[in-house]
């Protein structure tokens, strides 16, 4: 359990650094918050860092999918999730705000595991209403749900922050919940 918890977060700091190639799992991560450093540390940072944008992203896409989905379960799962991660995206700013790290996107540009990206959101409002587009939702929502599952257990496991560590087990809980539904709506 300790190492996948220490491959997890090694994964996460990848992702933090600029989406290359993970360092080892002995490496400590360099970054401090400039406020209440001994409280978080770099697995921390980086889960902040990286939800922020994945959670904003993806609130257009659900927005265009809680009018535009064929499926009823679809359509309703895709305005409970927006509700949802307009709230989250409220509590992670407010963590990174406590952070003292710049309100800046490290990830702006990268294509990474299960984030969506605006060209993405892009095509997916370009598709016609039916099942093209169902299926299109649904493949970039499992993506999502599922990466978020897997880093957020990572930062619940490996972080040192108790909020942010909260913040994160539930929403490992909750999109481990949300893919469920999404298997059950399609």
Request: glycine share 6%.
């Amino acid at each position: 359990m300790r190492q996948r918890a220490l491959w997890a977060a090694a994964l996460v700091l990848a992702l933090a650094s600029g989406c290359g190639e993970a360092p080892t799992p002995q490496a400590p991560p360099q970054t401090q918050a400039a406020a209440n450093p001994q409280t978080f540390n770099g697995t921390d940072l980086a889960w902040i860092q990286l939800m922020v944008p994945m959670t904003e992203q993806l609130i257009p896409m659900l927005e265009i999918g809680s009018t535009r989905a064929q499926a009823q379960p679809l359509r309703d799962l895709s305005t409970r999730l927006r509700d949802k991660h307009r709230a989250e995206a409220g509590e992670l700013r407010a963590l990174l705000t406590r952070t003292g790290l710049p309100d800046e996107n490290p990830h702006e540009g990268h294509n990474m595991p299960g984030m969506v990206t605006p060209d993405e959101v892009t095509a997916l409002a370009a598709q016609a209403q039916g099942t093209a587009f169902d299926e299109s939702l649904t493949t970039a929502l499992r993506e999502y749900l599922a990466q978020v599952a897997m880093v957020s257990g990572s930062e619940s496991e490996v972080g040192t922050d108790t909020e942010t560590t909260a913040l994160a087990t539930r929403i490992a809980a909750d999109r481990q919940k949300d893919l469920a539904d999404l298997e059950s709506a399609v």
